[in-house]
């Protein structure tokens, strides 16, 4: 089943619904259908047309709390994840991550150079433009995230759903 969501956890990355493909991940698809009362059927070409990821982003606004509890478990969980690795005695357990952002933030540059200074045939376009919606939806700001935190009211939501 995870072959066939991949092509559309990338499309939700890459249309900025990375919490609603977070969700599927940990939830499943049946939960965020519920939740979201949209179903994640793509059309006849494997993807989600415009009107089903705008009815997305407007049901992922209205349940918000559902959303920002699955963002606040995953970014704790990151953390909890290094400060463990912080005090291992091995050096490359403790500079781990540190080494694993920096490659990808490397690729994801070398990646949007690429695509903007070559020439990308026809049948590609489509690839790249998933590869590159998933890069900047998922990779950056997940590394974004981890290293720098995210918005002010974000954690203030965050605060108050770990005090429930």
């Given at each position: 089943m995870i072959p066939l969501l991949a092509p559309?956890?990338?499309?939700?990355?890459?249309?900025?619904?990375?919490?609603?493909?977070?969700?599927?991940?940990?939830?499943?698809?049946?939960?965020?259908?519920?939740?979201?009362?949209?179903?994640?059927?793509?059309?006849?070409?494997g993807v989600l047309d415009d009107s089903k990821l705008a009815d997305l982003q407007m049901a992922a606004m209205k349940h918000e709390e559902f959303m920002a509890e699955i963002d606040l478990k995953n970014t704790q969980s990151a953390r909890d994840m290094q400060q463990k690795a912080m005090e291992s005695e091995d050096p490359f357990v403790r500079r781990f991550v540190y080494q694993f952002a920096w490659l990808w933030s490397a690729f994801a540059i070398g990646y949007i150079i690429l695509i903007t200074t070559y020439s990308i045939p026809e049948k590609n376009l489509r690839f790249v433009d998933v590869v590159l919606g998933f890069i900047m939806g998922t990779v950056v700001s997940t590394?974004?995230?981890?290293?720098?935190?995210?918005?002010?009211?974000?954690?203030?939501?965050?605060?108050?759903?770990?005090?429930?």
């Amino acid at each position: 089943m995870i072959p066939l969501l991949a092509p559309i956890l990338s499309q939700l990355a890459g249309a900025g619904l990375q919490k609603v493909a977070d969700a599927v991940l940990d939830k499943g698809v049946e939960s965020v259908e519920e939740k979201l009362g949209i179903k994640l059927t793509p059309n006849e070409d494997g993807v989600l047309d415009d009107s089903k990821l705008a009815d997305l982003q407007m049901a992922a606004m209205k349940h918000e709390e559902f959303m920002a509890e699955i963002d606040l478990k995953n970014t704790q969980s990151a953390r909890d994840m290094q400060q463990k690795a912080m005090e291992s005695e091995d050096p490359f357990v403790r500079r781990f991550v540190y080494q694993f952002a920096w490659l990808w933030s490397a690729f994801a540059i070398g990646y949007i150079i690429l695509i903007t200074t070559y020439s990308i045939p026809e049948k590609n376009l489509r690839f790249v433009d998933v590869v590159l919606g998933f890069i900047m939806g998922t990779v950056v700001s997940t590394i974004l995230n981890f290293f720098f935190g995210s918005s002010q009211g974000s954690k203030q939501k965050s605060q108050e759903l770990s005090k429930r």
